[in-house]
């Protein structure tokens, strides 16, 4: 299978009628790209998993670009739950929800539950909206590989298994949506991103965060490796150690890459002169939005990753959630 990148403009057409006809597309939202398909099309949610070499029991989350569709795809949704929708919707959140008999099987991996995301991305929004029906997606990397950010991220990884990309530039916000479960007594976030555990707390009073290790997995993916480069990579605690560790890896005949902001590579700069580095921006938005590019380009001109650590509060924490699985937890 030949694999294209078209602008929205020349392939919308045709990535509608590949839609219709129960196939997959790739499409750009505001967090990574997708891997869409029809979601009451069984068949064509079959293809998903097959394109990713995605376990079957890991549900996908379906994609609205109408807010109505909330309520022929949920049923029992609580007012708090309304609250985090009108909030945060259009945006990058997934709210799960107890699901209708609308939604198969094939989507939920038998849960009763559904994940929802309505895109804010214009792209997004105006394809599934083209497609009149609501799109089952997982973000659009083979399984276990590193989310996709550009369509040219897509490409690399997906060649040959998908027919069609649809461009829609670097992604804004950089990883995935926030997943909020909304059908427990307490609401429970559980994978952390741009919309907050605050700015969620604000709305509801009171939220379980999501704390890196789960007991019960609510959400299966949460026990895959994730995000992982295709080389090793660690966290450093501190300038001091990232600077040591780099200095090692050279002595060892490594080629090591450090991914830090900016103030923290001035610093590094200060104990080791001169060493490779990619720039992760000035603030914790800039790193949120360029670590998986960074993670991409690093794999392909490096062959060991040492990664600033960005703390534990507000999008800093999101961060270090996708390094943590990325680095399998190892810290220097
Ligand atoms: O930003 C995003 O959410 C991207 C873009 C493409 O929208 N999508 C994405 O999908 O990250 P995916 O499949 O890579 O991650 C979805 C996660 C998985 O860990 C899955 O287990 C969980 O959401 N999930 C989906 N439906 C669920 C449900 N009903 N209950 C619990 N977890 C669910
Ligand atoms: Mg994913």
Redesign the pocket.
């Known amino acids: 299978m030949q694999t294209r990148i078209e602008t929205l403009q020349n392939g919308l057409g045709e990535a509608v009628e590949l839609i219709k006809k129960g196939e997959v597309v790739v499409f750009p939202?505001e967090?990574?790209?997708?891997l869409g398909a029809n979601a009451f099309d069984p068949n064509a949610v079959r293809k998903i998993f097959a394109a990713k070499g995605r376990p079957a029991d890991?549900?996908?989350?379906v994609?609205i670009a109408d807010i109505s569709w909330i309520d022929r795809l949920a049923v029992d949704v609580s007012r708090s739950a309304r609250e985090v929708i009108k909030t945060f919707m259009p945006g990058?959140i997934?709210v799960?929800l107890k699901r209708s008999n609308l939604v198969p099987d094939e989507v939920?991996a038998g849960?009763d539950?559904?994940?929802i995301?309505f895109?804010i991305h214009k792209a997004a929004r105006e394809f599934i909206s083209a497609c009149g029906v609501p799109l089952a997606?997982?973000?659009a990397n083979t399984s276990t590989k590193i989310s996709p950010t550009s369509a040219e991220h897509v490409f690399e990884d997906m060649q040959g298994k998908v027919k069609l990309i649809l461009q829609g530039g670097d992604c804004e916000v950089g990883i995935?949506?926030t997943?909020i479960?909304m059908t427990s007594d307490t609401p429970t976030i559980?994978?952390p991103g741009a919309i907050t555990v605050d700015m969620l707390a604000q709305v509801l009073g009171k939220v379980k965060t999501f704390d890196g290790r789960i007991v019960v997995a609510?959400?299966?993916?949460?026990k895959y490796r994730h995000y992982a480069p295709s080389c090793d990579m660690v966290v450093a605690d501190s300038q001091e150690s990232a600077a040591a560790e780099y200095a090692g890896k050279v002595a060892d005949g490594k080629k090591p890459v450090i991914l830090a902001k900016q103030d923290y590579i001035d610093g590094i700069r200060k104990l080791l002169g001169k060493f490779d580095f990619i720039d992760l921006g000035q603030s914790d938005n800039d790193a949120m939005r360029l670590i998986y590019k960074a993670m991409h380009e690093a794999q392909q001109s490096f062959d060991y990753i040492i990664c600033q650590d960005f703390g534990g509060d507000g999008v800093g924490a999101s961060i270090m959630n996708r390094i943590n699985k990325a680095s399998g937890g190892k810290r220097v």
């Open positions: 939202t967090t990574v790209y997708g890991n549900p996908l989350i994609h990058p997934t799960i939920t849960l539950s559904v994940g995301r895109p997606a997982p973000s995935e949506s997943i479960d559980l994978r609510k959400a299966p993916g949460m």
